[in-house]
């Protein structure tokens, strides 16, 4: 095969896509288009990373992402080949399909996408995304409570669930959030699919073209993805150690019209920032000011490893502006997919009708198994265990990364990520590459922002791997930043 055919692959160190992934995806297109047959070698990395004047590095991710997508595959010592055959076009179905969608899903940012991969990946320490550590987990108690729950009561799986969700869930947690502060009454409650399911009912029953939401930046780009797939403009706003910060959003809630501002106060995904008391009160103020809505996404407030945090703005809300979410992802498993969402009962009854459209209701043996968890305290014995595992992680992880002065860390008093600043020359997308082949994955900042911060920045989570895993990610990435400079990016 001639070279000819490589020289096709646009690469633009501009485009927010990293350079491996518009490798993979541009030859991925060259394979549906017939260009590329079944069966054809792809050049050795070298020779690629040459003609491509990219970095090796680059080439082996390329390599990596098109292998683990089954797009090409390795034989030892004789090559990678491609793998797949063009995409057969039928006559009678000859429609080319992107030019039929409405959502442009090229948009979605590819974070959650690549944080998922990343912890598919039995090779990989996994630094990128969140679970639980396995001294702290609660998988077989779970199970243990569940059977014992269903074989007491078996007639349970074949109730009708309403949509809103299994009534003794709701009503228990009625009892747990009140804890929290949150007083809601039945019908301000529903059970959503994760606290994603319920970001995607706000965006489809609030915004559409040309509204305007404001978020935090950096922040979650899952939920700046919610809400632009309907259409929505997003205005984003850095924090800086009290929160978000409250001046440039006054700014913008006077030049525009906002639908609603989404905030994440408490263990803020990614900088662990938690919101001051002065600065929800403030938040607050200008949200009835304006008369704007607040979306308050509260995954992890209950992860706590000193005093307890500021309490949510559900709870200081005296004028029905807040609509919370409260996931069980992060206090038991993010495959569960539970949530609960409380707000105003009208803004509850419209959701209702969304949800009853996608799914009727969020799936029944999910809301019995949560229900199980909480009953008799089991939660929150749970969350005590949580909060002294965590807590150690942070402690060793204070005193570990000490000898590392070029990773600067902000150290959270709760939550599941670390924030951490690397010197102005490394850029953490870059180190990435490295930390990935010593088997170690993280997030880099700049994924996580829509206003280009965080370049130098790298997300931990630690709550994942056992303690010795622990350990040894940090000390690769030690070792991903001695190496950084002699490579030629
Ligand atoms: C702030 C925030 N909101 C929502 C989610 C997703 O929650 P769920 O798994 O319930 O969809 C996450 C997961 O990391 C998160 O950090």
Sequence with gaps: MSSQIWSQLRLDPQKRLPLYKQISQQTEQLVHEGKLKPGVRLPSERKMAEMLKVSRMTITLAYEDMKARGIVRSQQGSGTFIMRGPRIEHSEQAVTWHTQFAYETGKINYAMEEVMRFG???????????????????????????????????MLLQLPTPTQGYEPLRQDLRGWLAESGIHAAPEETMIVSGAMQGLDLISRLFLGPGDYVIVEDPGLPAASDAFAASGAKILRITLDEQGIRTE????LLMQFPVKFIYVNPTFHNPTGITMSLERREHLLALAKRYGVPIVEDDPTGLLYYGKKPTPPLKAMDRDDLVIYLRTFSKYVFPGLRVAVLVAPEPIVSNLLKVKQRIDLHSNNLSQIAVHAFLLEGRLQRHLERLRSAYAARISL?????????DIQCQFPQ??????????????AERLLQIAIRKGVAFVPGNWLSGVGLGDHHLRLAFTHPSLDLLKEGIKRIGEAIAEYSSYQW
């Excluded at 992880?397 to 002065?405: D, H, K, R």
Aim: charged share 20%; hydrophobic share 40%.
């Design 120 to 154: 598919r990946d039995p090779r990989l320490i996994p630094l990128a995304g969140v679970g639980t550590a396995p001294d702290v987990h609660p998988g077989i108690e779970l199970s243990q409570f569940f059977a014992e729950h269903l074989r007491r009561n078996p």
């Design 248 to 251: 440039s959003l006054e700014n």
């Design 397 to 405: 992880l204070e005193e570990m990364l000490s000898a590392y002065p």
């Design 414 to 427: 709760g939550g599941v990520f670390l924030w951490c600043k690397l010197p102005p020359h490394i850029r």
